[in-house]
């Protein structure tokens, strides 16, 4: 999934060539504004892991590397009393995953040191670490035993694929083809992981210092997930579905329980839906987990549940929540469950009592994802309370905070002595009503730097995808590259949206695209209204669902001056055939399968009104994305040539779905692409980009 040639019809600008605003610093020094080449000095944080006493955070902290383009990992550790911190892991490799003995004398992560990733464990007072697995693949849900004396991880075990015939005996030193690949699963390919290698996820316990593993769990179905042992350090907690038709089941799983001795799994749960994340009480006596009963809907909360060890007594403690939970962890006393709750495009750490009651810890957690202003967030808990969480904001990338008794505080400032040099696009919330049904609709206007509320600017209308997602008020490298170059940006949570709870999610169940097209002209209008916007030059962009409704928009609306559809499905039909997560299309998104309902899917794709579009559209995809294939934008593309529509195909090369943004030279240059292709089309655009605004160390790719 690494290379791609692109063809003479696609395009791909200079890396980090950003037209500079018309009020940009001289290009002998260096900019006042947010650039392209800035992508490269960004650090950040995620994966925060307390030490069971509350005293010591160890964290990953992200950082982009200009040399080889590409993020580098490391570990390093926070003095949650004074703030200190200091490197724990870093150099060369990669280093990730930091999880504390139950006793916080010894630290296990995973390095990946110029081979396959493997699992460490650190002594923390002596500084010694000591390689505890030596494996084929990267090890998943790491958790130590209650005793501290094992390490139970995940890890995918090779298995032969079909055989069909056999190619004729090769003579000594011949060179021929590559033998015939055959493929016999559901799902063969994926997202971010390309053609699947043979095999199935396996369930293994270590010592942990060293030796032997134990496998589990066998077969031909997947077993991991998080992992939770029960007290006694005999026993592991974990989801899967075993069951005949695990492929065609993209939903189902069950909660399993298995001696580390051996023997068969036993299930305690059964029933249609999702049961993940298992998290057994200290005591020993419940398990809390997260799940819901499958209504084969596009969506439903996921909802924290506990039951007994044994499976019997199970209860929902957030039935009158109505906002997604994720990530259980128990209390020290066992009275209550800290979880991670979506709320209107925020995130927040809660805790839910047994008797059902929830209180806010921390709110403005922030994520990982730095190109658009996603909600997310992670977030631990130590014996005695004290919450260690990722902590974002408009002008801020993830960041480590604290929160006790005391209030939330922050403690690391990555990326500050950048972002506080530079005149930032100032983010301030937007008030929206649908004119459909009158719901209000959140969202938020990023202003240029230097902002003059007298006048009128360019508007972007970028557009979230899931389309089963959220926005918030967060850093965004696309949005501050956007208003840098001048133009006003609006993001907004249309009806579909999570975090607004299941009834404003479901108002496009089977409907979708619908009417969040109408939510999106009422924020369009509603920043129009606002006296800084001018409404001769509005743009729209937006990537995988947000793809789908920018090209959805360009075919009932010529409000637009150009469009850039990001990741775009144009054909649902065969959307639902190609992609990874086909399983999803229905019963989903569509109450019946292509074949079954043609003219259902063709109604709903953004193909069927191409006849329509009159707006310039680019369409950007990376080359190797398995979750909206690159054969949707193809499609797009080709049909507006056909019609005659002025448009461009980009392709990013070796880029998934999920990693299109993540090489920063590759971030800024789709960046930059999409400004010129709107600049081509806008009134008054600003001068060309200067040679001095390319990020240093970065060769100008070709444009074909």
């Known amino acids: 999934m690494r290379t791609a040639k692109l063809s003479k019809l696609a395009i791909l600008l200079a890396a980090g060539s950003l037209p500079l605003p018309a009020i940009a610093a001289p290009a002998t020094g260096p900019s006042r504004y947010f650039t392209g080449s800035d992508l490269f000095n960004l650090e950040w944080a995620s994966d925060p892991e307390i030490s069971p006493d509350g005293r010591t955070i160890a964290y990953v902290r992200d950082s982009n590397d200009i040399m080889n383009d590409n993020v580098r990992r490391s570990i390093w550790l926070i003095d949650v009393a004074t703030g200190e911190q200091r490197p724990l892991l870093a150099g060369p490799g990669s280093y990730f995953s930091p999880r504390w003995s139950p006793d916080g004398t010894r630290l296990a992560y995973v390095a990946a040191e110029g081979s396959s990733p493997q699992l460490f464990v650190r002594w923390m007072a002596s500084g010694e670490s000591a390689r505890i697995t030596g494996l084929p693949t990267s090890p998943g849900g790491i958790a130590w035993s ?23 005996d090769k003579p000594e030193g011949a060179k021929w083809a590559e033998p015939l690949q055959v493929i016999d699963k559901v799902t063969y390919r994926f997202d971010a992981a390309g053609y699947l290698k043979p095999g199935y996820r396996q369930i293994f316990w270590v010592p942990a210092d060293g030796g032997a593993p134990t496998q589990l769990t066998f077969g031909t179905t997947n077993a991991g997930g998080e992992l939770s042992w029960t007290p006694d350090s005999r026993s592991i907690l974990f989801s899967a579905d075993l069951s005949s038709n695990w492929q065609r089941e993209p939903l189902q799983s069950d909660i399993y329980k298995i001696g580390i001795d051996g023997g068969a799994p036993v299930a305690l749960t059964n029933r249609e839906g999702p049961d993940n994340a298992p998290a057994v009480s200290p005591d020993g006596r419940q398990i809390a987990w997260i799940g819901f009963d499958d209504k084969h809907l596009g969506y439903q909360d996921r909802r924290l549940n506990v039951m007994n060890l044994d499976g019997s007594g199970k209860r929902v403690l957030t039935t009158s929540l109505d906002r997604s939970v994720s990530s259980p962890a128990w209390s020290g006393d066992g009275r209550s469950v800290y979880v991670q709750v979506e709320d209107q495009g925020v995130n927040k750490v809660e805790r839910v009592g047994l008797d059902g009651s929830v209180r806010v810890i921390a709110s403005d957690m922030g994520f990982s994802e730095l190109d658009r202003p996603y909600a997310g967030g992670d977030f631990s808990v130590s014996k005695n309370g004290v919450v260690a969480l990722t902590s974002g904001d408009p002008l801020h990338p993830n960041q480590i905070a604290v929160a006790s008794g005391n209030g939330v505080r922050r403690l690391t400032h990555l990326s500050s002595s950048l972002l506080d040099s ?12 649908s004119e459909f049904d009158k719901r209000p609709i959140d969202a938020w206007m990023v202003t240029p730097p230097d902002f003059d509320p007298a006048k009128k600017y360019p508007m972007i209308l970028e557009i979230h995808g899931g389309p089963y997602s959220a926005y918030g008020p967060q850093f965004s490298t696309d949005d501050q590259l956007y208003a840098a170059h001048g133009y006003v940006v609006v993001f907004s949570n249309p009806r579909g949206s999570t975090s607004y709870g299941e009834d404003f999610a479901n108002q496009i169940e089977k409907a979708y695209p619908g009417h969040d097209y109408d939510d999106l002209m009422s924020v369009t209008d509603a920043a129009i209204a606002t006296g800084h916007v001018d409404q001769n030059n509005l743009f729209v962009t937006g990537g995988s669902g947000g793809g ?3 090209s959805w ?29 086909a399983g999803f299309s229905s019963p989903y998104w569509f109450a019946k399968r292509p074949w079954e309902d043609p003219m259902g899917y063709w109604q709903r794709s953004p193909l069927s009104l191409v006849g329509n579009v009159k707006t310039p559209t680019l369409v950007v995809v990376g080359s190797e994305d398995y979750r909206t294939p690159d054969s949707e934008a193809e499609q797009f593309y080709e049909a507006l040539q ?7 195909l980009v392709k990013v090369p070796g880029a998934s779905h999920e990693t299109l943004t993540d090489r920063p030279s590759q971030s800024a240059a789709k960046a930059s692409a999409i400004l010129a292709w709107f600049d081509k089309y806008r009134s008054n655009a600003p001068a060309a980009p200067t040679a001095s605004s390319a990020p240093q160390g970065a060769s100008p790719a070709s444009a074909h």
């Open 553 to 581: 928009i360009v075919g009932k609306t010529d409000r637009f001056r150009a469009a850039a559809a990001q990741k775009p499905v144009i054909n649902w039909a065969s959307w639902g055939l190609t992609a990874d997560i």
């Open 548 to 550: 789908v409704l920018t």
């Open 422 to 433: 530079k005149v930032l696009a100032q983010v301030q919330k937007l008030s929206v009503t």
């Open 642 to 648: 056909l019609r005659g529509i002025p448009t461009a």
């Open 146 to 168: 209650p005793d501290g004396r094992r390490l139970a991880y995940s890890m995918l075990v090779p298995d032969e694929s079909m055989r069909l015939g056999k190619a004729p």
